[in-house]
């Protein structure tokens, strides 16, 4: 069975593209949330495997807020990506205990190498 990936992405095109990669990557994007308040329902509803969250997203939650409330029912494995590299912002992040932090910027390949260290760890 494949595990399923959540991904967070206010920029609904980014997020498509997100979904594609990991599809290519042999994961089943079930879902591309563009709200901390869609992420959080959609956590509740299917219980992903993992979730691919953007740290800057729209509405009155960001990113580490919704880490932040999905880390109180769960320890699924978070890894956040960003475009922005404030020292004060990352450190916020980290408070949440993300597998890792990714520029938004780099290679895609650094999701695929996340993904599968993340998977096979859990195995």
Excluded: C, W
Excluded at 2 to 31: H, S, T, W
Excluded at 39 to 57: E, G, K, R, T, Y
Aim: avoid cysteine.
């Amino acid at each position: 069975m494949k595990k399923k990936i959540l991904i967070v992405e206010d920029e609904i095109l980014i997020g498509m593209m997100l979904a594609e990669n990991i599809r290519d990557f042999g994961y089943e994007p079930y879902d591309v949330a563009t709200t901390a308040n869609e992420a959080l329902h959609a956590f509740h509803q299917h219980l992903p495997d993992a979730i691919l969250m953007d740290i800057s997203l729209s509405g009155q939650l960001d990113g580490i807020d919704a880490a932040r409330l999905i880390r109180e029912h769960s320890d699924v494995p978070i890894v956040f990506f960003t475009g922005y590299r404030d020292p004060q912002l990352l450190q916020k992040a980290r408070t949440t205990n993300p597998v890792a932090i990714l520029d938004k910027l780099g290679p895609v390949e650094a999701i695929q190498k996340i993904l599968h260290s993340i998977f096979s760890e859990n195995q």
